[in-house]
């Protein structure tokens, strides 16, 4: 199967077509001893047209549906950064970043919360098959984030799609292979 690298949010799909989305939400600690700040400066964020608002980095997060058996790409999303903000920290750790501030950033020890229901944060699997599959999510695959420590940046979720409902279990942070 090919892999789809386009958005269900594009020109040319109209509004009624109807796509299916692997929705979920996402959850990124910041386990290292710095700040995890925007690549860019404020003045140099770009539009992104589904969320209509300004990103700091153009993938935050890749999401890649892998068939279990084969390894192989059948489908993927991704996540642009719109707000990095400490959502919650663990007990001790005091939040210093919020988005309303309009000063971006994720706190050691604080935790970034994106929910499921965000516009844009899911991959289109309308032309995948019922099956099982591993759901991949990758936080800054390009490594463009300066970070002590790669290798705990993935995390695969074994999952069951029948076609009408997806059944999502053993997710596990695993390693990266760094280039």
């Excluded at 719109?82 to 663990?90: G, K, M, N, P, V």
């Excluded at 965000?118 to 995948?128: A, L």
């Excluded at 990758?138 to 695969?156: G, K, R, W």
Aim: glycine share 6%.
């Amino acid at each position: 199967m090919a892999v789809r690298k386009q958005s269900a949010y594009q020109p040319g799909v109209s509004k009624i077509s109807s796509r299916v989305l692997l929705r979920f939400p996402q959850r990124v600690k910041n386990q290292g001893l710095a700040d995890f700040l925007p690549v860019k400066p404020r003045h140099e964020w770009e539009w992104h047209s589904c969320h209509q608002h300004f990103h700091s980095m153009e993938a935050f997060s890749n999401y890649d549906l892998l068939g279990a058996a084969s390894r192989e790409k059948v489908a993927e999303g991704h996540k642009a950064s719109f707000c990095l903000e400490d959502t919650t920290c663990d007990a001790g750790v005091r939040r210093r970043y919020a988005c309303t501030a309009h000063v971006q950033g994720l706190s050691p020890g604080c935790y970034d919360t994106y929910h499921a229901n965000i516009d844009c944060q899911w991959i289109d699997i309308t032309d995948v098959p019922p099956g099982q599959y591993i759901l991949k999510v990758t936080v800054n695959p390009d490594f463009l984030v300066p970070e002590s420590d790669f290798t705990n940046n993935v995390v695969q979720c074994d999952i069951v799609y029948t076609g009408s409902y997806v059944n999502t279990q053993n997710c596990r942070i695993t390693r990266y292979d760094i280039r």
